[in-house]
């Protein structure tokens, strides 16, 4: 995205007005509350007292049971359907691959098509499969890297990134290659690793490496190295060296964390922090040290991979990855770090997701708003990674599932059915309703089903074999 500040960033559209099919929604408005909800429900919600929850709340408009995958599976298509209703792509007006701009930034629509190709894996339900893979298709562009010449204006390599996740999903799952003339999914992936590459190599000069947060320099946020663009690359290069055994992708993966690391982007402790700025020869010196759930996330699943490629697989029984590679460390170290961070913000909603930087001041804008989408995502998507880690994700999708759903309501939805808001542990809708927050519902209540679906596919011959 564009503007002055980073997506991770507070400020610019902080005090943005969110629109809901046109209509104005004021952020804190409580107006529309379903009757008879409590605003003071109390959210320490454990996996056996899930089934008094949803007997004490008849009137929540998406029931869940979190111990129930047909619920779970219902639950995530309430979600994903309200969605897809904010989806004009495919309709006159809209442009194919994008939910409307403004308000909603390319990236995330990028992010968003992830979550549906997730949606599918998870659940099984094939009702968006034409429509995510139309999508990710025309927003190849002609040089078949996600860099198309009409967002220029504000690309980033975060942007880049997200938009790759899904084709990098896609390779990864078999979803239906791109039409002639386009090449596959693994060449367009392979196409942004290189740029990834080559702008790494000429922003070096500053920081000893690290790629800049904007693609252009026109763009503002040219001079900021930042969590986020370096976390796309590291989670790309470690996905595309498990798909292809190629050790020059291994490699890249090992230098972007060991930067990341240097510069304290990562601290000892597994905080990742926002960025760093290199205007008036700051060289990394000085750190936004904003932590946001995103940047945590986009480092752990690309350390759980790299664990994967790592680490041979345990023995039955043995719970795995203890004697482990330092990617294991980084692996449990990250999960550890995003639990400190981002959950339980009351002692009423302990053990719920939050965005601690901005949901407490309610300032959050559209961007961030979508941000628990990847935590939750990477959470479940690191399990198949390191299956030592599931019982400790669990812990961590399941109270907030269960609070997310709750922040969804039927009044004045329209034609989406259910609008959802953003601050789960309130108990309720917070008046709030877009993309973001409906990803974020969808990603943590179909990241339940992780358990039953199959890990990643490798093809070791794919791309040039162990490299
Ligand atoms: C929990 O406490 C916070 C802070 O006091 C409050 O805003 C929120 O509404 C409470 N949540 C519930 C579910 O009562
Ligand atoms: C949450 O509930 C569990 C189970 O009832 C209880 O053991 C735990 O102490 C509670 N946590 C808090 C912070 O109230
Ligand atoms: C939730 O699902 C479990 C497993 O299917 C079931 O045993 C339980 O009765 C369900 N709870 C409710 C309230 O339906
Ligand atoms: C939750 O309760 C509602 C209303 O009683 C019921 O219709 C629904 O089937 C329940 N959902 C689950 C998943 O148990
Ligand atoms: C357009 O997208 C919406 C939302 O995903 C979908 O429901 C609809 O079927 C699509 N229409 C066509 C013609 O593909
Ligand atoms: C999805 O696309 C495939 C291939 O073009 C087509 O065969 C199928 O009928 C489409 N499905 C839907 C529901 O439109
Ligand atoms: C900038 O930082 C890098 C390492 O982070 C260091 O190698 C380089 O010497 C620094 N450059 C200046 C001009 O201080
Ligand atoms: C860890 O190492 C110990 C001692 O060598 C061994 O007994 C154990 O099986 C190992 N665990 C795993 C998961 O490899
Ligand atoms: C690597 O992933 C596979 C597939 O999910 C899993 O079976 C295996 O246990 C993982 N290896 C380690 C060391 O966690
Ligand atoms: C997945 O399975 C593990 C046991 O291997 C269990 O502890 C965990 O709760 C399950 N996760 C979910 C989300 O159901
Ligand atoms: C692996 O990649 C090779 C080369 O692209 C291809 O011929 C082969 O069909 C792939 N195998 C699988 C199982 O996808
Ligand atoms: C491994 O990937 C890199 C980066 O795309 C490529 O340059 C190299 O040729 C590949 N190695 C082999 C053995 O194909």
New binding site residues.
Partial sequence: MGGIYSKGMLGLLALLQLTWHGQAVPLNSYQNLPAGISQHLPLNITRRAAPTLNQSLPQQVIPLNISDDASIRRAAATAAYSLQSMYNGNSTGGVLGKFPYPPFYWWLSGASWDGMLHYWLYTGDESYYNVTWEALVAQISETNNYLPVAEKFDEGNDDIAFWAFGAMFAVEHSFRPPPHPYPSWLQICDNVFNDFVTRWRAASDTCGGGLRWQVFPSSAGWDYKNSISNGGFFQLAARLARYTGNATYFAWAEKVWDWTERVGLIDEDFNVYDGAGIDGGKNCTSLDHTRWSYNVAIYLYGAAVM??LT????AAGTG??EN?SIW?KRTDGLIAAAERSFYSPYTNSTGVMYEQACEPGWKCNVDQFSFKAYLARWLADTT?????TRATVANLLETSAAAAVRACTSTNAGAARVKCGAHWYLGHWDGTTGVGQALSVMEVVQSLLVNGTR?PAFNWTSLGGPG
Wanted: net charge neutral; glycine share 18%; aromatic share 0%.
């Fill in positions: 664990h994967n680490v041979p697989a345990p795995g990855g482990g294991t198949l990674m390191a299956p030592h890990p």
